[in-house]
Nanobody, 126 residues
Framework: QVHLVESGGGLVQAGGSLRVSCAAS????????MGWFRQAPGKEREFVAA????????YYADSVKGRFSITRDNAKNTMHLQMDSLKPEDTAVYYC???????????????????WGQGTQVTVSS
């Protein structure tokens, strides 16, 4: 089991940037594939981005491709989501998720993740 804590959310104007982070503790971080999901009010949780345990592979939802960047630092047990050119529709609670994996790939379904953080609010004003 790994414990995940998100940070870095906040309020930003449209067109601005924000970086959210996920700190992990517990089991060895480097064996976990990681992902970011978000949930807006009244909507279902949706996939945002994912990264393999090595950091060598990543995948993005079409809605954020070219604007968001997912990275990880296994030495520091952290993962980040750099969000640029933010839009009001990016407003949501952002969750990080982790899943042990011997396969150096990415997971894009929330049902593939067993470990979740508590979420951090990101609000983009127009």
């Amino acid at each position: 089991q790994v414990h995940l804590v998100e940070s870095g959310g906040g309020l930003v104007q449209a067109g601005g940037s924000l970086r959210v982070s996920c700190a992990a503790s517990g089991r060895t971080f480097s064996i976990y594939a990681m992902g970011w999901f978000r949930q807006a009010p009244g909507k279902e949780r949706e996939f945002v981005a994912a990264i393999s345990w090595s950091g060598g592979r990543s995948y993005y939802a079409d809605s954020v491709k070219g604007r968001f960047s997912i990275t990880r630092d296994n030495a520091k047990n952290t993962m980040h989501l750099q969000m640029d050119s933010l839009k009001p529709e990016d407003t949501a609670v952002y969750y990080c998720a982790a899943q042990t994996s011997t396969w150096n790939g990415v997971f894009i379904s929330e049902y593939e993740y067993r470990n979740w953080g508590q979420g951090t609010q990101v609000t983009v004003s127009s």
